[in-house]
């Protein structure tokens, strides 16, 4: 379960700091593959972009991108990652 990751939130420099949390996070799920039994899906809620893309233009772009990288990383297919945008 992955919630309120906020793509295109704040300045720049926060969506730096942002790329490497979510970079780590990234790193973290790729480690646990082998160690933890299997994953059946991955939920994602809350709020993926932060504008609906009004602010930064790419932000449903990016969280596609860093989703499909998730579910490669647990060997999911895309049908498999559930999303529910919103608060």
């Not at 949390?21 to 790729?30: E, G």
């Not at 059946?40 to 602010?55: C, L, N, Q």
């Not at 596609?64 to 608060?87: D, H, Y």
């Amino acid at each position: 379960h992955i919630s309120d990751l906020h793509f295109g939130h704040g300045s720049p420099e926060h969506q730096w700091d942002q790329r490497i949390v979510l970079a780590k996070l990234l790193d973290d799920v790729k480690s646990m593959h082998g160690v933890i039994p299997p994953l059946d899906a991955v939920f994602v809620t809350g709020d993926v972009a932060f504008s609906a893309a009004t602010r930064s233009t790419d932000e449903y772009k990016r969280a596609r991108e860093w989703l499909e990288q998730v579910g490669e990383a647990t060997g999911l297919t895309n049908e498999s990652v559930f999303i529910v945008p919103g608060n």
